[in-house]
């Protein structure tokens, strides 16, 4: 085989590299998570081919634009929960994708890829809601209960999230068009894969938000009268827990979103 034949790949490897870097350099991901976003990256192009890349490159490049948008007010109001992801954060959103990339290797198959581009447009749409929700006038209802509580609560929803969370998905789906039928795909194919995303973005997450407000692990710090998903707070303080299982952190929560996700996609592809 010529170099021809592996241009897109080598391509793809090298824009994925750097975009780990940029995402380093510009303090979006620490060390750990680069080198946690490089592995995952190279693993999904290597088992699953350029296809599955695009469709993770473009969650990767939205995450790290969004989580540096509008930081100053963010800060100012108390609600970035930390913008440099790290390993644990990075895989806990990407792993369960990788995972399904390596298993589509024997054989490949385009259900899998179908509950890949699931995965990732949940966990776009969380990242979205999250990021752009936050900066939305007004208090949040829990989804559970429907009462207004601060912006940045675990399981707050809002109009503007949630259309975030439609328009990632929408845009995860598309990318997943063009990556496997060229661009401009047929309509027909975007269409598919566009209502693929839109719903797996969207019942992912909504389903991150009820586990934020059900079960996810919530602790109290007397030293600042505050709520907090950590232990520790940013204050040094020990924290009590006040509400939620202490195994099922926000990390974990974002794991279960990418399973439910993939789930999603897969019924999705089946019934269309």
């Known amino acids: 085989m010529g170099l021809a034949h592996w241009l897109p790949t ?17 303090g979006a991901l620490t060390s750990g998570g680069a080198l946690a976003a490089l592995a995952i990256g190279l693993a999904t192009l290597a088992f699953g081919g350029v296809a599955w890349a695009i469709v993770l490159l473009a ?8 989580s540096r948008a509008g930081r100053t007010a963010k800060a100012a109001r108390q609600l970035a929960k930390g ?13 369960w994708g ?3 990339a390596v298993m589509s290797f024997w054989p490949p198959t385009p259900a899998l890829f179908a509950a890949f581009v699931g995965t990732m447009a949940a966990v776009a749409a969380d990242t979205w809601a999250t990021e752009i929700g936050t900066l939305a006038g007004g208090m949040p209802r ?3 209960t429907g009462r207004k509580v601060p912006p940045g609560t675990s399981g707050a929803v809002s109009l503007l999230g949630t259309g975030a969370s439609a328009f990632a998905g929408l845009t995860i789906g598309t990318v997943a068009a063009a990556s496997v039928a060229g661009w401009p795909p047929d309509a027909s194919i975007i269409l598919r894969w566009a209502g693929l995303g839109l719903g797996a973005g969207v019942l992912g997450s909504l389903a991150d938000s009820f586990l934020g407000a059900s079960v996810q692990a919530m602790y109290y710090c007397p030293a600042c009268d505050k709520l907090t998903e950590q232990r520790r707070h940013s204050c040094g ?3 009590r827990l006040v509400k939620g299982r202490p195994w099922l952190d926000n990390d974990a929560v974002n794991a279960l ?8 996609g897969l019924l999705m592809w089946v019934w269309t």
Do not use: E, K
């Open 10 to 26: 080598l391509v793809t490897a090298v824009v994925g590299a750097g975009a780990a870097l940029v995402g380093w350099r510009r």
């Open 59 to 66: 969650v990767f490049a939205s995450a790290s634009i969004l």
């Open 83 to 95: 913008a440099r992801r790290d390993a644990v954060q990075v895989v806990a959103n990407t792993g």
């Open 98 to 100: 990788a995972l399904l």
């Open 142 to 144: 829990l989804i559970t």
């Open 237 to 239: 303080s020990a924290c």
């Open 257 to 264: 979103t990418s399973v439910v996700g993939s789930i999603v």
